[in-house]
């Protein structure tokens, strides 16, 4: 597996955007906080001169007088990273995107393609400068968590070799190992477990009473570098699209422009909506889920934009501020294309570029596609 990390995503933009911003201090403003301003994200340099996340502004330009306080762009920053699991789909399907300009792909059997993991792998570093401008570093290993810590390591690139994954991972501190809960890792530390080397011959007996013994044989595997988790596909399934919208600010139900942004996802692909749930999470993590009704499906794109926006004000009850938004769809037939398709769904299935014309054409007639007759 190869571990990819682009460090400082987001202040890696802001450089790209102006040169100036380059080898100083640079923070972004937390946009939760208007009234007494403060940082939210700061580069390595900013870090170096005391400076830290949640440190009032004019505190902060007291340490650092050199330092730029920046403007935070969120939807950027994960269009950035939607361009990143772009650029992967390119060179394997398998694959995951982890935090912010992190990501972990399967290369096992890209072999006869691309030649030499190692080797491909560099490509890939070089292929991400030159078309984003973005430095990244690797890491390449048949364990999840000995990639993703390779790659901290910050080499361009850093191998772990097969039954060496113990070996390297046994220095690195627990408190590095991904997504450990941090009242574990005060647990680990009061019995004097600090490193990974401390928890690789503890028994899984014992391990199970330490963790939740659902837990313990995959944390067992982490720290001894046995993970091999199968990845899921970078891509959505042929026939299906998912739009995501992470509101920053978070902001009021009513304060949300769903209507036009879902007319912008409706009209980014021309095929008729099979399928469409309309998901989205408050501030505190509370999911709401609504499906429109076939009926609702065979309106022209222009009214079911507003009846997403009254279903989405109706559902939004909680008087709490809305923090994600998220479209799915199923396009068309809305499923698989098998290897030996039906004859009548390939023919049905020709005839969505000419409806996506007469859509353009006639906005706010609805347009059915040949499947509506079929029944379910």
Sequence with gaps: MLAMWVPELPFQLACGRDGALR??????????????????????????????????????????????????????????????????????????????GEALVELQGTQRIYGPLADTAQRMRRELTERHGWASHGGLSLSATAAQLAAHVEHQLELVADGAEATFLAPQPLRRLPDLAPRLQERFHRLGLRF??????????????????????????????????????????????????????????????????????????????????????????????????????????????????????AGATRRLLVREVELRLAWGLGRERGLFQDPLDARLDRLEPALARLRKRFPDQAILPGWVGRGA
């Design 23 to 100: 080898d100083r201090p640079l923070a972004f403003l937390n946009p939760e906080s208007p009234r007494s301003p403060s940082l939210w994200f700061v580069n390595r340099l900013g870090r170096a001169e005391g400076l830290g996340p949640g440190l009032p502004l004019d505190q902060a330009l007291r340490i650092a007088p050199g330092l730029r306080v920046l403007e935070p762009s969120p939807q950027v920053w994960w269009e950035a990273q939607g361009s990143l699991g772009d650029f992967l789909q390119h060179w394997t399907p398998q694959g995951q995107l982890m935090r912010m």
């Design 196 to 313: 990974f080397g401390d928890l690789q011959p503890v028994p899984l007996v014992v391990l199970a009473e330490l963790v939740h013994p659902k837990l313990a044989p995959d944390l067992r595997a982490r720290v001894r570098g046995e993970d091999r988790p199968r990845l899921p596909l970078l891509t959505e399934r042929p026939g299906h699209a998912r739009h995501g919208w992470r509101l920053q600010p978070p902001r009021l139900p009513e304060e949300v422009a769903l209507a036009a942004r879902c007319l912008e996802w409706l009209w980014s692909d021309p095929r008729h909506p099979r399928k469409l749930v309309l998901r989205w999470w408050d501030v505190d993590g509370e999911p709401h889920t609504w499906r429109a009704a076939p009926g609702d499906l065979t309106t022209p794109p222009l009214a079911l934009a507003r009846r997403l926006q009254q279903a989405f004000l």
